[in-house]
């Protein structure tokens, strides 16, 4: 268990439909990053929060956004979605050094 | 062309033996190096990671990284059923502060199965 927690497993919604992904990272990391899996990209980077503020950004889709609160959770927000969405997104979270990021379970999304 | 490539395999080994997976690369500005390793429905979880070029050792893993040939590999030696996952290998550059970027970019992934 990374200690970095992902709500919820499991996602099924339509096409168009706008859904929030939430991801709690470990005690005292403040670097929340948030990745998509499938199966013809592989893993690929979305963004990074760091204490609140947008660190990185990644190839992330305009319909998608993401922001990280004064607790430290983060949220994904997905809206419109297609078909091509589905996929499974990971939470990342990672303390001082950015390197070592230790992944959540991960979320997957299906869209139908 | 991908950034990092990865032979997806998938790849077969009987338990015990060695086994070697690799990874290349065109990003020169590429400095830390890991290997993640994935279950079945499961999150990532860290084996390894180096910064440049050179070896580490972390109980039966291997890490080596050759910069001048854009070239990264994990040896496991005495490889086991439970080692049965996909492995991932990741890289990062460096900003301008000298430290690494939060961004991983990652490679295909190679299936390893370990049958006894």
């Known amino acids: 268990d990374s200690g970095v927690t992902q709500t919820p497993k499991h996602l099924i919604t339509a096409t168009g439909q706008r859904v929030t992904l939430r991801c709690s990272p470990r005690?005292?990391?403040?670097?929340v990053y948030w990745y998509q899996q499938s199966l013809d990209q592989g893993l690929q980077f979305l963004i990074q929060?760091?204490?609140?503020?947008?660190?990185a950004k990644g190839n992330i889709l305009e319909r998608f956004s993401a922001q990280q609160f004064p607790d430290l959770h983060s949220e994904l927000n997905l809206s419109s979605l297609e078909l091509g969405d589905s996929a499974l997104y990971f939470c990342?979270?990672?303390?001082?050094?950015?390197?070592?990021?230790?992944f959540g379970p991960g979320t997957r999304l299906t869209v139908l | 062309q991908k950034e990092v490539e990865q032979d997806p395999g998938p790849l077969s080994v009987p338990e015990g033996a060695i086994v070697s997976l690799n990874c290349t690369y065109s990003?020169?500005?590429?400095?830390?190096f890991m290997w993640y390793r994935q279950y079945s429905r499961k999150g990532p979880e860290l084996l390894m990671y180096t910064y440049s070029s050179g070896n580490k050792e972390d109980g039966r893993f291997t890490a080596q990284v050759d910069k001048s040939s854009k070239y990264i590999s994990l040896f496991i030696r005495d490889s086991q059923p439970s080692d049965s996952a996909t492995y991932l290998c990741a890289m990062s550059g460096l900003n301008a502060g000298g430290t690494s970027y939060g961004k991983l970019t990652f490679g295909q992934g190679t299936i390893l199965t370990v049958h006894p």
């Open positions: 005690s005292g990391d403040l670097s």
């Open positions: 929060y760091y204490n609140g503020e947008e660190r």
């Open positions: 990342a979270s990672s303390e001082g050094s950015q390197v070592t990021q230790y």
């Open positions: 990003n020169s500005a590429f400095q830390y």
